[in-house]
């Protein structure tokens, strides 16, 4: 079975294996996505049904890309969500 999974928005998610002492580093508005650097590499974590999922693991820019789109499109959602407009 393959344990990864694309999102909505395109972005690939895996079960999360931690390699070393993981620093949260920011948080998304609700606690959906967290940006964590770990072992000198840098992810997002998410909860998914199976357990903690990440994504964009490997260098600053590359994973931050990934938490920055993550981030806006989740922004987006909740503005529409609460002014009944279009994300």
Known sequence: MDEHTRDAAGVEWQPYVPYGPARIMETSCCGVYEWVCEGGQ???????????????RGRYAVARKVWTDLVLAHRARHRADNFGGAA
Do not use: I, P
């Open 42 to 56: 840098f992810l997002v974590l998410r909860k998914g049904a199976a357990g903690l999922q990440e994504s964009g």
